[in-house]
């Protein structure tokens, strides 16, 4: 397998996986969440180091290691993207499987188990039309103010949702338009979903317009925004604006 056909694969069976795991009725609760992350990332870690040994790895379920700041490839996965919606049943979680070149995010694959979809950079597909009023997906439980006070002056309607891949994969499905996160977050949750959506022609980058850049020492990403490209300016600049 090349490298889309890699993160493609493992995030499916990783998807899989995770399914499975709820499906059996075992575990519930945080108990389940925990027990679905564990197997996912197993998955993931002994598929990536047998496959792809001479290649970096950074996991959110796995102690990171200062190896991976030397090298020009380094694959960055979230084993299960949306531990509370998956917890709960719901459809809004993910798994992440992407790889950064040169600190790109060149290569990734979210899957979105619950609704039996991998999304991939190697199949992109076309644009989908925008809607009337602009929608735009934010937190079902903590919406960020910037992005309320966005919605207002594009006089879009806020749709919330769960896990940052599915909100970012909202987009790049046509569910929405707009993804503005301000939160902060870390590589993980976002390093595939910027990935993917690039790939399939949309506008990915910090709240200040500058590049996405992954595999540093310093994990956390603030801030995001992912959207159809003709919006990319006016809300950078009614962001900005904000002060």
């Not at 979105?112 to 602009?134: E, M, N, S, Y």
């Not at 079902?140 to 896990?163: F, H, I, K, N, W």
């Not at 590589?187 to 540093?216: K, T």
Request: contains cysteine; proline residues 6%; glycine residues 10%.
């Amino acid at each position: 397998m090349n490298d889309h056909e890699l993160a493609a694969h493992l995030a499916g069976e990783a998807g899989r996986i995770l399914l499975a795991v709820r499906d059996s009725r075992r575990h519930h609760g945080r108990d389940l969440g925990g027990a679905g992350d564990a197997e996912a990332n197993a998955l993931l870690v002994a598929a990536l180091r047998e496959l792809r040994p001479d290649d970096g790895l950074l996991s959110e379920e796995e102690k990171d290691s200062a190896a991976r700041l030397g090298k020009e490839r380094t694959w960055i996965v979230d084993p299960l993207d949306g531990t509370r919606e998956y917890s709960e049943e719901r459809d809004d979680w993910a798994v992440h499987v992407a790889l950064a070149i040169g600190g790109r995010p060149a290569i990734g694959a979210v899957a979105l188990p619950a609704l039996g979809q991998v999304l991939r950079t190697d199949r992109p597909a076309p644009l989908p039309p925008a809607a009337a009023p602009l929608r735009m997906v934010v937190s079902r439980t903590r919406p960020a103010r910037e992005a309320e006070l966005v919605a207002q002056a594009l006089g879009a309607d806020l749709v919330p949702m769960g896990s940052a891949g599915a909100k970012a994969m909202a987009v790049v499905r046509g569910e929405a338009e707009i993804y503005l996160h301000t939160g902060g977050q870390y590589e993980w949750d976002s390093c595939a979903p910027v990935a993917v959506a690039l790939a399939h022609g949309f506008h990915a980058s910090r709240i200040d317009g500058s590049a996405m850049v992954y595999n540093q020492a310093d994990v956390s990403m603030p801030d995001l925004l992912i959207c159809r490209p003709e919006l990319a300016a006016p809300v950078l600049e009614i962001v900005a604006g904000l002060g």
